[in-house]
């Protein structure tokens, strides 16, 4: 009976333990930052005034920006530093870089006071002293205050108290031990306060008592213990997957509605979805419309499966003629394109389009026909992608389609030819049924494998011309890493691809597959 | 076979169908074999896939190029790649297979989500966790770093190891290990004893498959590894053939070099693959 109180209040404490750290880092670097942006402030103030500055503090008078003589783009500053003035240089280890740059902004927006972004917790103020002078000054590094750890040793020790003393008695004070016992941990939150931990913890708190009157913790607690051997296993590759791809998915979620600006995350709610979805006020035939890339995506991978499948049955029929000569070295030389790595195949094929007198057009024109410019018209330089990706995913469908034409019993064929049924009712009514059941899952995995492919667009067409050849996954990277790091805009794009990929096997694949059922 | 033989056109016909379409299909192979031995920078000047001369300088060229700290640049990334590869293969053989084993033999709540979740990781693609994990990385200061880089591919190659070797434990028969239990056997130990050994071809399929997908990666490692120090070998092949300097006939010798082993690696191992792939996308 103690023991499960115990349990139980255990795992509400340790919840309870990482929402008041978490808030009491948040207070405490709050707090920090004031007190250090306010040293800044004052200091600044005084040596304006011409007080003394405190100890510790950095505060110099700097005078107006002067053109160099020498190099007209240049502009040096002069500083007030220990009783003369000397040029401010950067590079020289005493702030000088800081303070020019202070110097700078302050001409630019004004006075102001902010946190230096370095790790230190230092603080920059500047204000006016006099005409053309400013007083910056620079609050010393400060460390901040330490984890009370003995606070929170002691309200835990109330709360395990207060939980024990409530299964001593039993019955509903058992459910409200625990209750208070958590509780009890919110108490430095309120004296930090923090409002919204202290509310999370009681929360908490009436979540797990909640959770004991109904029994949840015992029948957990019990499933845990019974299948705590194929728990056990599952951990590695469990946490693992929990701190790689989950906290990722995660963040991306979450970072879908931030804006990133040079270095600084603003929130900016639903505005990243808001202007991809409308197309952020772009025609439709404009290449950064989602709308119109979306178009592109559908258009790429219907295109290519088709080809796939189609090259890859026909070529498999072709295959599977008993009479055929030759037919393992057939098949070893037709999956060549299946065993390169698909950045080089896609580099080839680049080599082969691009130019005049790339390999392609030589063989046009060796055919008496004119050169094509592949990557400056939409038409062709979309073509040059599905060539170089039917050409890479063709031998996967192929092999799939042999597979199932082998498992396709003779008799069925010698019964048919005896009751006289053409070859086309043959492969109606006989190879077109058995290839389904095969082709299906493989037309559903190609669809996937076709809408993520990145290295193909990426490397071929590259977007040319003007970007109208992108699919989404190309334009979500480019949004991050090309389009001065939006990464807001990519990892919103990057939500909606996976929303789109979400739908399509949970439905479209079900189409796809529907010859499963028969 | 009993099947009636036809007509001579068409047996012809068939062969001249299929000679055709395997020249289709060798065709750019063997222009990328003629590029990496015929002199020049250009990538065709003729359509021909016969070399007009022979030499040996793009190879050359390729294996003694130096970097700024005059070490020699193709063995420092084929250094990078086999380790980031080796690496990777270690972390998802040895983090899954005891997570395959428990899908493939005990029953528990939440078992099918779980093998869902493992199939449906290794259909997102590459971007989704690209943005993010950039991101993290960039603030844990890990871009550039094999470690980073190995923890990059890790989202991919656990949940396919553990899919791949689910499948090969399904196909162990159970008698051993049943056996063993009720020779009191825990089952840490039937694993470690009994199924571990029984497995081992499995693993080295596995294995060998992630290192292929590791070594064969390209747009992670060409955003995060940005220092001309910490190249793979995918993006050292792509650097030769930029926008603004292309030298074709080294990035033929390097294709060469860099696909040959995972080719080979293919070809013994591509009977377990299609079979692995179809299996995971029509079991639930």
Same mark, same amino acid.
């Given at each position: 009976m103690?023991t499960?109180?115990? =349990?139980?209040?255990?795992i509400?404490?340790?919840?309870?333990?990482?929402?008041?750290?978490?808030?009491?880092?948040?207070?405490?670097?709050?707090?920090?930052i004031?007190r250090?942006?306010?040293l800044?402030?004052r200091?600044?103030?005084?040596?304006?005034?011409?007080?003394v500055?405190?100890?510790?503090?950095?505060a *110099?008078?700097?005078?107006?920006?002067?053109r160099?003589a020498?190099?007209r783009y240049?502009?040096? =500053?002069k500083?007030?530093d220990?009783?003369s003035?000397?040029?401010l240089?950067a590079g020289?280890s005493?702030?000088?870089?800081?303070i020019?740059d202070?110097a700078?902004?302050?001409d =630019?927006?004004?006075?102001?006071?902010?946190l230096?972004?370095? +790790?230190?917790?230092?603080? *920059?103020a500047?204000?006016?002293?006099?005409?053309?002078?400013?007083?910056?000054?620079?609050?010393p590094p400060a460390?901040?205050?330490?984890y009370p750890?003995l606070?929170?040793i002691g309200?835990?020790?109330l709360g395990i108290a207060l939980?024990a003393?409530?299964?001593?008695?039993?019955?509903?004070?058992?459910r409200a031990?625990?209750?208070?016992g958590i509780?009890a941990?919110a108490?430095?939150?309120?004296?930090w306060?923090?409002?919204?931990?202290?509310?999370?913890?009681?929360?908490v708190?009436a979540g797990v008592?909640?959770?004991q009157?109904a029994?949840?913790?015992?029948r957990?607690?019990?499933?845990?213990?019974?299948?705590?051997t194929?728990l056990?296993?599952l951990?590695?590759?469990?946490?693992?997957?929990?701190?790689l791809?989950?906290?990722?998915?995660?963040?991306?979620l979450?970072?879908g509605?931030y804006?990133?600006?040079?270095?600084?995350w603003t929130?900016v709610?639903?505005?990243?979805?808001?202007?991809?979805?409308s197309?952020?006020?772009?025609?439709l035939?404009?290449p950064?419309?989602?709308?119109?890339?979306?178009?592109?995506?559908v258009?790429?991978t219907?295109?290519?499966?088709l080809?796939h499948?189609?090259?890859?049955?026909v070529?498999?029929?072709?295959?599977s003629r008993t009479?055929?000569?030759g037919?393992?070295?057939?098949?070893?030389?037709?999956i060549?394109?299946w065993?390169?790595p698909?950045?080089i195949t896609?580099?080839i094929?680049k +080599?082969?389009?691009?130019?005049e007198?790339g390999? *392609?057009?030589?063989?046009?024109?060796?055919?008496?026909l004119?050169?094509?410019?592949?990557?400056s018209?939409?038409?062709?330089a979309?073509s040059?992608?599905?060539?170089?990706?039917?050409?890479?995913?063709?031998?996967f469908?192929?092999v799939?389609?042999?597979?199932?034409?082998?498992?396709?019993?003779?008799?069925?064929?010698?019964?048919?030819a005896?009751?006289?049924?053409r070859?086309?009712?043959r492969?109606w009514?006989?190879?077109?049924p058995?290839?389904?059941?095969a082709?299906?899952p493989?037309v559903a995995?190609g669809s996937i494998?076709t809408f993520?492919?990145f290295?193909?667009?990426?490397?071929v067409s590259?977007?040319?011309?003007g970007?109208?050849?992108?699919?989404l *996954?190309?334009?979500?990277?480019?949004w991050a890493f090309e389009?001065g790091?939006?990464?807001g805009?990519?990892?919103?794009?990057?939500?909606?691809?996976?929303l789109i990929l979400?739908?399509?096997?949970?439905?479209g694949?079900?189409?796809?597959?529907?010859?499963?059922?028969? | 076979?009993?099947a009636?033989?036809?007509?001579l056109?068409?047996v012809?016909g068939?062969?001249?169908a299929?000679v055709?379409?395997?020249?289709?299909?060798?065709?750019?192979?063997?222009?990328?074999?003629k590029?990496?031995?015929?002199?020049g920078?250009?990538f065709a000047?003729?359509?021909?896939?016969?070399p007009r001369?022979?030499t040996l300088?793009?190879?050359?060229?390729l294996?003694t190029?130096r970097?700024?700290?005059?070490e020699?640049?193709f063995?420092?990334? @084929?250094?990078?790649s086999i380790v980031?590869?080796?690496?990777?293969?270690?972390?998802?053989?040895?983090?899954?297979?005891?997570a395959?084993?428990?899908?493939? $033999?005990?029953?528990f709540?939440?078992r099918k989500a779980?093998?869902?979740?493992?199939?449906?990781?290794?259909?997102?693609?590459?971007? !989704?966790?690209?943005?993010?994990? %950039?991101?993290?990385l960039?603030?844990?200061?890990l871009?550039?770093?094999?470690a980073?880089l190995?923890?990059v591919y890790?989202?991919?190659?656990i949940?396919f190891?553990?899919w791949?070797?689910?499948?090969?434990?399904?196909?162990?028969?159970?008698? !051993?290990e049943e056996a063993? $239990?009720i020779d009191?056997?825990?089952?840490w130990?039937?694993?470690?004893?009994i199924?571990l050994p029984?497995?081992r071809?499995g693993?080295?399929?596995?294995a060998?498959?992630?290192?292929m997908?590791?070594w064969?990666e390209?747009?992670?490692?060409?955003?995060?590894?940005t220092d001309?120090?910490? %190249?793979?070998?995918?993006v050292?092949?792509?650097?030769?053939?930029t926008?603004?300097s292309?030298?074709?006939? !080294?990035?033929?010798?390097?294709?060469i070099?860099?696909s040959?082993p995972?080719?080979?690696a293919f070809?013994v191992?591509?009977?377990?693959?299609v079979?692995g792939l179809?299996?995971? @996308?029509?079991?639930?």
């Amino acid at each position: 009976m103690i023991t499960r109180q115990l =349990r139980d209040f255990g795992i509400g404490a340790l919840a309870a333990i990482l929402i008041a750290t978490c808030a009491f880092v948040a207070v405490r670097n709050r707090e920090l930052i004031a007190r250090q942006v306010e040293l800044a402030q004052r200091a600044a103030a005084t040596l304006a005034r011409d007080g003394v500055v405190e100890p510790g503090v950095r505060a *110099v008078i700097v005078g107006p920006a002067e053109r160099s003589a020498k190099h007209r783009y240049l502009r040096h =500053r002069k500083v007030f530093d220990g009783g003369s003035w000397r040029p401010l240089v950067a590079g020289n280890s005493r702030d000088d870089k800081l303070i020019y740059d202070a110097a700078n902004h302050f001409d =630019r927006s004004g006075a102001f006071a902010a946190l230096i972004p370095d +790790g230190d917790a230092r603080a *920059v103020a500047a204000t006016p002293a006099g005409t053309d002078r400013i007083a910056i000054a620079i609050a010393p590094p400060a460390a901040p205050a330490p984890y009370p750890f003995l606070v929170m040793i002691g309200v835990l020790g109330l709360g395990i108290a207060l939980a024990a003393a409530g299964a001593l008695i039993g019955g509903r004070a058992a459910r409200a031990g625990t209750f208070a016992g958590i509780a009890a941990l919110a108490i430095p939150c309120v004296l930090w306060q923090s409002p919204i931990a202290a509310t999370a913890i009681v929360l908490v708190a009436a979540g797990v008592a909640l959770a004991q009157h109904a029994q949840l913790t015992d029948r957990i607690a019990r499933g845990l213990s019974r299948h705590r051997t194929a728990l056990g296993f599952l951990a590695p590759a469990a946490v693992s997957m929990a701190v790689l791809v989950a906290a990722p998915f995660a963040i991306g979620l979450i970072l879908g509605f931030y804006d990133h600006h040079q270095g600084t995350w603003t929130f900016v709610g639903l505005s990243n979805f808001v202007e991809i979805l409308s197309g952020g006020g772009r025609s439709l035939d404009d290449p950064l419309n989602f709308w119109f890339i979306l178009g592109v995506t559908v258009l790429w991978t219907a295109a290519n499966v088709l080809l796939h499948v189609t090259l890859g049955v026909v070529l498999a029929l072709l295959l599977s003629r008993t009479w055929l000569r030759g037919r393992a070295v057939f098949r070893t030389l037709f999956i060549l394109p299946w065993a390169i790595p698909n950045y080089i195949t896609a580099l080839i094929w680049k +080599g082969m389009f691009v130019g005049e007198y790339g390999a *392609v057009n030589s063989l046009l024109k060796s055919a008496g026909l004119d050169g094509v410019s592949w990557f400056s018209s939409w038409a062709t330089a979309f073509s040059t992608n599905v060539i170089t990706n039917t050409w890479l995913g063709f031998p996967f469908m192929m092999v799939v389609a042999l597979g199932a034409l082998e498992s396709i019993p003779r008799e069925l064929y010698e019964a048919a030819a005896v009751d006289g049924a053409r070859p086309w009712q043959r492969f109606w009514h006989i190879t077109l049924p058995h290839l389904r059941p095969a082709l299906g899952p493989a037309v559903a995995l190609g669809s996937i494998w076709t809408f993520n492919m990145f290295n193909v667009i990426y490397l071929v067409s590259a977007g040319e011309p003007g970007g109208t050849t992108n699919i989404l *996954v190309t334009d979500a990277y480019r949004w991050a890493f090309e389009r001065g790091e939006r990464y807001g805009m990519a990892a919103a794009e990057g939500t909606i691809i996976f929303l789109i990929l979400l739908l399509w096997t949970v439905f479209g694949t079900r189409i796809v597959r529907r010859g499963d059922d028969a | 076979m009993k099947a009636r033989r036809p007509n001579l056109a068409v047996v012809v016909g068939v062969h001249v169908a299929l000679v055709a379409m395997v020249a289709v299909t060798l065709y750019p192979v063997l222009l990328v074999c003629k590029k990496a031995f015929e002199p020049g920078r250009q990538f065709a000047l003729s359509a021909s896939p016969v070399p007009r001369s022979v030499t040996l300088d793009h190879f050359h060229e390729l294996f003694t190029t130096r970097g700024g700290n005059g070490e020699l640049l193709f063995l420092r990334h @084929a250094a990078n790649s086999i380790v980031v590869a080796l690496l990777t293969t270690i972390v998802g053989v040895v983090l899954s297979c005891t997570a395959a084993y428990a899908l493939s $033999r005990f029953r528990f709540p939440g078992r099918k989500a779980g093998l869902t979740m493992f199939l449906v990781v290794q259909m997102f693609p590459a971007v !989704l966790l690209l943005i993010p994990l %950039y991101v993290v990385l960039n603030r844990l200061g890990l871009l550039n770093s094999v470690a980073g880089l190995v923890l990059v591919y890790s989202t991919t190659a656990i949940p396919f190891c553990v899919w791949t070797l689910k499948g090969y434990f399904d196909s162990l028969p159970r008698e !051993l290990e049943e056996a063993a $239990r009720i020779d009191g056997a825990s089952p840490w130990m039937i694993f470690r004893k009994i199924v571990l050994p029984l497995a081992r071809p499995g693993i080295a399929v596995t294995a060998l498959f992630s290192f292929m997908t590791a070594w064969n990666e390209f747009i992670m490692a060409s955003t995060f590894m940005t220092d001309q120090n910490r %190249y793979t070998l995918p993006v050292l092949i792509q650097s030769t053939v930029t926008e603004y300097s292309a030298d074709w006939g !080294l990035f033929a010798a390097g294709a060469i070099v860099t696909s040959i082993p995972v080719m080979i690696a293919f070809y013994v191992l591509q009977r377990f693959l299609v079979g692995g792939l179809t299996a995971g @996308a029509v079991k639930g």
